[in-house]
């Protein structure tokens, strides 16, 4: 029975079928081969039903909002203020990119709204300062999976939405992790610039940092009433979604004035557009994940794992290998509606925390992001950037080694997912 829908789904991804079909058409084989007793509203409500979740709310809000601050003002002036900040380091420019794509994805949630963002704007500076072409693009490309870890992730609200774990806290834990993750690309940078003997810049003075503050003031009033406003309990991830828009709406077309109705207009539309193919796939995924349950999936993988006597260790090295499979060839949420809802109880079973799971799930989103031959991103940035795939895949290369290092170490070491949660919520 589990064979049928897996060699469904494997050819018609082969064939080229939309991937709301390659969720959707598997889970409708098995109910009409196995459960054709069940009544078809069941079937519809699964899918209207699996989408009926007030957490989900938050997602086209943080995408609108993606939408208003890549097109408006917003992004380049956080850039701006970073870089007068650690401009002056070996690397500046490296270490601007990474620190303002953390605090785009802080106000975003978006890995691919986050490329598309940063990359015209910090390409030209990061080769006016010496770094290669293979490097810059691939610490654009990289530096962006920050987006899905540092809060709001969406990638993170929908595995909460999934799972039935508190977004606030694995928020706290996608934190730490995306702080580590861009402690990782640090090293990086600086290991370049001394190799290519980059020059630093010079140091800023306080009055020209206190003048990119002050234009980017209004800019730092997002990051600040999203994660103010969730940590401190007086909004919940899908309120601070909708201050989101409202602040962002406001801040581009009456502070800077820099959006028309016009771009307002455009802007709502690709969001609709943008927020319609995620809700699709989450509703096929709801789909397929009942009829996962129902066929006792987690059960028998967790018979096959006992089996086979694996623990803790040996499974969360079996889910770091599915994963990173998966997202070479299916796009990466996907990925997580397809291996979430039969791995996740087995999970439980083992005794891994749920916050954990959900960041070595994530993490393993992020690489995703950016594997050949099918990472979004890489697509994306190729986009943007009007460069071959081809030239963003080599650059890649050396992030994902270090992508695979700093899942190994979040895997193993529970404590790093952990302790912000822990500290916050007790």
Request: neutral net charge; charged residues 10%.
């Amino acid at each position: 029975m589990i064979a049928i829908p897996i060699i469904l789904a494997g050819a018609l991804l082969v064939l080229g079928f939309e991937m709301f079909l390659v969720l959707g058409m598997p889970a409708l084989a098995v109910k009409e081969m196995f459960y054709s007793r069940l009544p078809e509203m069941v079937f519809i409500q699964k899918l209207v039903g699996g989408i009926n979740h007030t957490t989900l709310l938050a997602i086209p809000f943080f995408i609108f909002a993606a939408q208003l601050m890549g097109a408006g003002q917003i992004a380049r002036r956080l850039t701006d203020f970073i870089q007068t900040l650690v401009g002056h380091t070996r690397g500046g420019m490296g270490h601007t990119t990474i620190g303002a794509s953390m605090m785009f994805g802080s106000v975003s949630g978006s890995a691919p709204a986050t490329v598309a963002a940063m990359s015209n704007m910090v390409y030209p500076r990061l080769r006016e300062n010496g770094f290669s072409e293979r490097f810059s693009v691939g610490l654009i490309v990289s530096s962006a999976e920050t987006a899905l870890l540092i809060p709001p992730s969406i990638t993170l609200i929908i595995y909460g939405w999934m799972t039935g774990t508190s977004v606030a806290q694995l928020f706290a834990g996608g934190l730490a992790i995306g702080l580590f993750l861009g402690l990782a690309f640090a090293v990086m940078v600086m290991i370049e610039a001394r190799r290519s003997n980059i020059t630093p810049a010079a140091r800023c003075t306080w009055k020209e940092r206190g003048v990119a503050l002050k234009r980017a003031g209004w800019a730092l009033g997002m990051p600040v009433i999203i994660l103010g406003g969730i940590y401190s309990g007086y909004v919940t991830p899908t309120e601070a979604a909708v201050v989101s828009v409202v602040y962002a709406i406001f801040v581009e077309m009456v502070v800077y004035r820099h959006l028309t109705f016009k771009d307002l207009f455009h802007l709502t539309e690709a969001s609709a557009i943008q927020t319609t193919v995620i809700f699709i796939l989450l509703a096929f995924g709801g789909v397929l994940g009942f009829f996962v349950t129902l066929a006792q999936v987690p059960q028998l993988i967790q018979q096959f794992l006992e089996f086979i006597n694996a623990g803790p260790i040996m499974f969360l090295l079996i889910i770091n290998i599915c994963f990173l499979i998966a997202g070479m060839f299916i796009d990466p949420n996907t990925a997580l509606l397809i291996l979430v809802p039969p791995l996740y109880p087995v999970a439980l079973a083992l005794g891994i925390d749920p916050i954990h799971f959900g960041m070595i799930v994530t993490m393993n989103i992020c690489i995703g992001m950016i594997t050949p031959p099918f990472g979004l991103d890489i697509f994306v940035a190729s986009s943007t950037l009007n460069k071959p795939v081809a030239t963003i895949i080599n650059g890649v290369w050396p992030f994902v080694m270090a992508n695979l290092i700093v899942l190994a170490i979040i895997t193993y070491v529970p404590e790093i997912s952990l302790f912000i949660p822990r500290l916050l919520f007790g």
